[in-house]
């Protein structure tokens, strides 16, 4: 008899699912998510919530038992790369451990003692939080084996680390947020910087997540004097890929975000060159349509679009609900709200240019840019299958633009959810190659060519 789709419970005690695979290193490890997560000390909260999420998907998708074998063991048989995700270290809203909820009562107790309430407490609150971060995700052992567990039970092998984030568009706040980032990384031996990709291949060799250092607040080199010394000197503190704006109008391009987008500057032009011969990946995430297209033009190396979705899927210029989410973050404060927009989604003659050029254009997550409805990993494959026509099967990956959000609603694109996108795309049809590519292939082979530049000359 054919396999039917069956229930989330039959699911939850159908052991004949987890299947076993092995590692480089000999060991034999679980195909099935849950039992790799169980395998560290995590809470059952945790656990829960991640469950939940998991369930979200089953309900959508449907899928049968022969496709989920097929989908886990080919995902945990893959390179798996997320182009903007990861479990990140300095990041306050994902994974929190038990002490840390404990340390900051007293100081909401204080917040709301003073008055403050509502959006401006959680914003006060998460300043303290802020500063306390670096050492839970460095000592905090269940922090630590919480972020195991999701890296273990998502086999994303390859992230992004924000070591400057929309709220560090300056010189100084990208600086303290790379030390406190890096700090980290000096503790943990469990995480890789990528500078090469020889690092890409220890990760893998040695069975450790790798992420790649990005900088999404680019004030601190695209509004400085001299924008080329500050990006040597942030390529020498290890960031290896870079957007050009976030939402603002710099030195070097526009953002989606201006009324008119005009283009790339005299100074972007030679920003561009600089990052092609230090071999930072250039990242047109975020930036006008204009713009992005003449950044295509000067590059002499392929350029990536980290996070983006499809705007003949989803027309999103003027997109109201995300205007009004990106005006209400601090990082906002002191930008004119605008009265028209470009398109944060990519047009197929921008993915088409990025493709012709060698690059790569992975898709995000978010619900409220890739339509109107409720999250939905329909919605989200309909953004991936036309990047895939339009740009090729080679040019297409997955950039979540996620960490894991105990705090969300659950949903079949929860970042724990990972393994089942994979089984998501084995329902739509995808051969094995194909799958491979997208998860991470596509990806890998992007960034070995890019970091493996050899600058020579001035330096700084």
């Known amino acids: ?12 005690v159908a052991t004949s699912l987890t299947a076993a695979t092995t590692t480089a290193d000999g060991t034999a490890t679980s195909a099935d998510p849950m039992e ?6 995590v809470r059952p909260r945790t656990l829960e919530r991640i469950v939940a999420g998991r369930d979200a998907f089953l309900a959508e998708v449907k899928p049968t038992r022969a496709q989920i074998r097929r989908g886990l063991e080919l995902h945990f048989d893959s390179f798996v790369a997320d ?45 303290i939080h802020f500063k306390r971060k670096p050492f839970e995700s460095a000592f905090d052992r269940q922090w630590i084996e919480e972020s195991r567990a999701i890296y273990a039970m998502t086999h994303v092998q390859m992230a992004t680390e924000d070591v400057a984030g929309p709220n560090e568009n300056t010189f100084e706040s990208a600086l303290d947020r790379l030390a ?52 040597d000197l942030f390529y020498a503190l290890g960031v290896r890929m870079s957007q050009l704006t976030y939402i603002q109008d710099n030195k070097v391009c526009c953002s989606w975000m201006q009324e008119k987008d005009t283009g790339l500057k005299p100074v972007g032009k030679k920003v561009i ?19 992005s297209l003449e950044i295509v033009e000067a590059s002499h190396v392929p350029v990536m679009i980290s996070h983006t979705a499809c705007s003949s899927i989803y027309e999103d210029t003027d997109n109201a609900e995300y205007v009004k989410r990106v005006m209400a973050q601090p990082y906002a404060r002191g930008v004119a709200y605008p009265k028209k927009t470009g398109r944060r989604n990519a047009t197929d003659e921008l993915l088409q240019a990025v493709a012709k050029c ?17 999250e939905s990993f329909r919605t989200w494959y309909r953004h991936l299958e036309h990047a895939i026509d339009v740009a090729g099967i080679d040019h297409v990956g997955i950039g979540a633009d996620r960490t894991f959000f105990p705090g969300w609603r ?29 998860i991470g292939g596509n990806y890998r082979r992007f960034a070995q060519r890019v970091l493996d530049a050899k600058p020579t000359g001035k330096f700084m």
């Open 358 to 374: 060698g690059g790569l254009a992975a898709i995000y997550t978010i619900d409220y840019v890739l339509g109107t409805g409720a």
């Open 1 to 12: 008899m054919p396999d039917q789709a069956f229930s989330r419970r039959k699911f939850l």
């Open 36 to 41: 790799r997560a169980r395998a560290f000390r």
């Open 273 to 291: 060159h600089r990052m092609n011969q230090l071999g930072i990946m250039i990242d047109l995430a975020h930036a006008g349509e204009r713009s």
């Open 83 to 127: 182009v903007q995700g990861s479990v990140q270290v300095a990041y306050i809203g994902g994974l929190q451990g038990d002490q840390m909820r404990e340390d900051l009562k007293p100081h909401r107790a204080v917040l709301e003692k003073q008055g403050f309430e509502g959006r401006e407490l959680h914003r006060q609150l998460g300043k």
């Open 410 to 438: 659950p949903g079949p694109l929860d970042w724990t959810n990972w393994p089942y996108w994979t089984v998501g795309l084995v329902c739509q049809g995808h051969s094995d190659d194909e799958i491979r590519k997208i």
């Open 180 to 231: 406190r980032i890096d700090f980290v990384y000096q503790q943990r031996p469990d995480l890789i910087r990528v500078s090469s990709p020889a690092d890409m291949e220890r990760a893998r060799r040695e069975g450790h997540p790798c992420t790649v250092y990005h900088l999404a607040g680019v004030g601190c080199f695209a509004e400085a004097d001299n924008p080329i010394a500050r990006l």
